[in-house]
């Protein structure tokens, strides 16, 4: 069983940065699709990043593009956001999520943490 837990948020102007991080224990192997997801007051649960634990590939979402790093770090099983040119609408609940290889449904969640960009 997947156990994710994030850490990290917190208020910050906009213009600053934040790096979260997402505690990954209880995996088998490799074969992960980690990813990075947040949700906006009022709307939907959106995917901001991902990254292949196995290869390290990555993939972001257009609106942080060049603003939002995702990485890994094997000896700590952790992985981390780091969110660079903060705009207020990236405020947001940001969650971390796990998934296998095959589909692409995300079973595993953490309880997610707060990130405030104030104008």
């Known amino acids: 069983q997947v156990q994710l837990e994030e850490s990290g948020g917190g208020l910050v102007q906009a213009g600053g940065s934040l790096r979260l991080s997402c505690r990954v224990s209880?995996?088998?192997?490799?074969?992960?699709?980690l990813g990075w997801f947040r949700q906006a007051p009022g709307q939907e649960r959106v995917v901001a990043a991902s990254?292949?634990?196995?290869?390290?590939?990555?993939w972001y979402v257009d609106s942080v593009k060049g603003r939002f790093t995702i990485s890994r770090d094997n000896a700590k099983d952790t992985i981390y956001l780091q969110m660079n040119s903060l705009k207020p609408e990236d405020t947001a609940i940001y969650y971390c999520?796990?998934?296998?290889?095959?589909?692409?449904?995300?079973?595993?969640w953490g309880q997610g943490t707060q990130v405030t960009v104030s104008s």
């Open positions: 990254i292949n634990w196995s290869s390290g590939h990555t």
């Open positions: 999520a796990a998934r296998g290889f095959e589909g692409s449904h995300y079973p595993y």
């Open positions: 209880g995996r088998a192997g490799e074969n992960y699709i």
